[in-house]
């Protein structure tokens, strides 16, 4: 069973840049891998996913141009590298995993736990 665990949330000011990152346990290269988002009073949205060796890519509307996924297989690490950030963007950031040569399903099977980030001015 994989694992994944988030890092690098928190407090940052409009127009910021943070970068998470999400540790995963097995067979990292196995997997596709995506981020979602959570913000208060709101349904859990796609934000970006990349497939197992990261030359397949997918963005959310809101985040294209702004937001860069990528993996490092040989760290097991997954990263959404934030830029231009809003007070929009301020969620719990969740990475997820398909077992999948593709991009990730619309409803993955593992989650992290996740990790807030809030942009405030």
């Known amino acids: 069973q994989v694992q994944l665990e988030e890092s690098g949330g928190g407090p940052v000011q409009v127009g910021g840049s943070l970068k998470l990152s999400c540790t995963v346990s097995?067979?990292?290269?196995?997997?596709?891998m995506g981020w979602w988002r959570q913000g208060s009073g709101s349904e859990r949205e796609f934000v970006a996913s990349?497939?197992?060796?990261?030359?397949?890519?997918e963005y959310a509307r809101s985040v294209k141009g702004r937001f860069t996924v990528s993996r490092d297989n040989a760290k097991n690490t997954l990263y959404l590298q934030m830029n231009k950030l809003k007070p929009e963007d301020t969620a719990v950031y969740y990475c997820?995993?398909?077992?999948?040569?593709?991009?990730?399903?619309?409803?993955?099977?593992?989650w992290g736990q996740g990790t807030l980030v809030t942009v405030s001015s």
């Open positions: 997820a995993a398909d077992r999948s040569i593709g991009l990730v399903s619309s409803n993955p099977h593992y």
């Open positions: 097995g067979r990292f290269s196995d997997y596709a």
């Open positions: 990349l497939n197992w060796n990261g030359d397949d890519t």
